[in-house]
């Protein structure tokens, strides 16, 4: 009950003083008022009688006059419950809307962040000052971690959070229970270390959702009977809204998480798709990834396709077990494949010790990469050397021309295909670096892509008559490849190579025989001079087939 002033009751601007003159005069009572400090508010001199006014047992002062007087004593007292009343009302009624105004600023703060540690910050700060404590903090319940968290604590440092984290068993008793009180024995928590010894009052309230304990807000003050039922109550809001946010901050976090995994889900679907698809075939065909391809989709374009292929590959795996046979062709490609695509290329397929690769831009690219290639091949067969291995020996051919590229197969098996005679011609030459005993041949279509920007050393080897193919095809070979001194005497014995082979074609074989004598006079190494100069010998002692042009007849693929 509010403390209530007898002088607001019967003092000269009290609204009732008039009314007490009136009564007391009708009722012929002479009064006199004092309260309870001894001064008089109505005067009456004499000896008289006392009678108490009182509130519940509080003596707020007296009457005396006659007997009668008591009446007025009676009355006064009464008028001071109404009075006292009235005053609590309005006390009422003010923390009632102060209540509602640190809720309304509460939920406006809540609405001002979605990150749960961020919200529990704001609402231990709203408790703290809200309901006067000395300090706070509060724990929520990580379900997927399975263990307790403390996102804030705030005023005096009365609660210890190493020791909240050991003791969760205890603080699941007392403050997951889904209750919310003011603890009146707390003995437990001092003698486990999980509060300060200064600690006299203890409150907390559950944060709930529907059915669900997430956690509480624990207050602690130094006083003793700190904390009202009337401030639980308005603790037991502000834990309900702030365990609503947090609830919706979490499940937000976790579908921003969910969308983040599955985008980072299909990126990764699309990195390893592009391992087995190239981004180049897919863009060649208008796409920006393999989702938006459809059964059909096709494109042509002129292209250099390029092939490698390991020499006398059967005879080196003979010697190595399944194993090292995988691992060896795997440590091949993986020393080629980078050089492709650094060249602007895309490996088109895999095709065990062989490589099909594609270069939609320009047969520099290829011609860059095949060179680059060779080079590659080289430092290999060097570490080979120094392990006491076989070296390696590879030929690379290649030719441009229109190329269909697109997806093939049935809507329930798709593949990427590349449908041209381009792709056969291209596999047909490299398989003449065998014949011709060059490492790296291009057909004359190749060369004429060429627009002279880059310096490349050719020879020209004339012409081929593939099985089943009524056209020629010509064959150039590229030097730039090989190992320095063997480059450098080829590049010296250029035009002499040159000229012999006009000779051959011409069928003047013995002038040839003797060019091809002084090539492999001052480079040895020169398998394809040797080539043709047994050629030209043996057409010198045998003649040479009937209506021979100079083109070479290949009578195997």
Known sequence: MS???????????????????VLAKELNIEICVEDQTGKVLYPLPGDVSTFPI????????????????????????????KEAEKKNLGNE????????????????????????????????????????????IIVLWNDDKGQLEIPAQAGELLFDKEKIRKNTSLLFKIAFGGQSEIINDFSVLREKGIIEAGVQSLMYAAMKVKHRIMGAIILAGKKDDQFSAARLKLMITLALQSSAAIESAMLYEKNIREVKEREEAILRIHEVTKKFVPNEFIRSLGKNAITEVRLGDQVEKIVTVLFTDIRDFTTLSENMTPE?????????????????????????????????????????????????????ICELNNERIGKGLPIIKAGIGMHTGPLIMGITGDESRMDAATISDTVNTASRIESLTKYYKSPLLLSAETQQHLNGHYKFHLRQLGSVRLKGKHNLLSIVECINGFEQLEFEKKLSTLSYFDEAMRCYREQHFENAIIIFQQILATDPTDQTAKFFMENASRFMRHGVPENWTGAEEMLTK
């Open 93 to 136: 009624v003010l923390n009632l809307y102060q209540e509602l105004n640190v809720i309304f600023n509460f939920s406006e703060k809540l609405t001002e962040t979605i990150e749960p540690d961020a919200i529990a910050r704001i609402t231990l700060e709203q408790a703290m000052h809200s309901i006067s404590a000395d300090g706070g």
């Open 324 to 376: 090292e046979n995988f691992h060896f062709v795997s440590s091949f490609n993986a020393r080629l494949g980078p050089i492709i695509r650094a060249n602007r290329g895309f490996i088109n397929q895999y095709l065990g010790d062989s490589i099909m690769a594609i270069f939609p831009e320009s047969p520099e690219d290829a011609l860059h990469a095949a060179i680059h290639m060779q080079k590659a």
């Open 54 to 81: 009182k509130l519940d047992d509080e003596l707020l002062g007296w009457v005396k006059g006659g007997p009668n007087a008591v009446i007025i004593a009676n009355l006064l007292s009464h008028l001071a419950a």
């Open 3 to 21: 403390r209530v002033n007898l002088k607001n009751v019967v003092g000269k601007k009290a609204e009732i003083n008039s009314d007490i003159l």
